[in-house]
């Protein structure tokens, strides 16, 4: 059985930062991409960041590009999200995903086929 599991969310700060990390297990995703997605209360579900198989190739949401970098250990198969100068509309809860067959990144969730169960991040004024 292929889960993902998120850890690492929180309250912070505006202007905080907080590092939120997703671990596999079930198989391996050493050669194909994951994501982070976002969902705040009464939104859709918004990409935030892709990387790829090898991790050499990344796309950020304009929302989050300069303030959160994603990394992932295909050693340990673990994706990462070290998210810095946090503003009170980065909260929401957020998923991490991973493509079951696909090295390349994608923007799309539909294109995602395995998802963790999200942890809650939220960000005071």
């Known amino acids: 059985q292929v889960q993902l599991v998120e850890s690492g969310g929180g309250l912070v700060q505006a202007g905080d930062s907080l590092s939120l990390s997703c671990a596999a297990s079930?198989?391996?995703?050493?050669?194909?991409?994951m994501a982070w997605f976002r969902q705040a209360p009464g939104k859709e579900r918004e990409f935030v960041v892709t990387i790829s198989g090898s991790g050499s190739s990344t796309y950020y949401a304009d929302s989050v590009k300069g303030r959160f970098t994603i990394s992932k250990d295909n050693a340990k198969n673990t994706v990462s999200l070290q998210m810095a100068s946090l503003k009170p509309e980065d909260t929401a809860v957020y998923y991490c995903?991973?493509?079951?067959?696909?090295?390349?990144?994608?923007?799309?969730?539909?294109?995602?086929?395995?998802w963790g169960q999200g942890t809650q991040v939220t960000v005071s004024s």
């Open positions: 995903a991973a493509r079951a067959t696909y090295p390349a990144i994608s923007t799309r969730g539909e294109e995602y086929d395995y």
């Open positions: 079930g198989r391996t995703f050493s050669r194909h991409a």
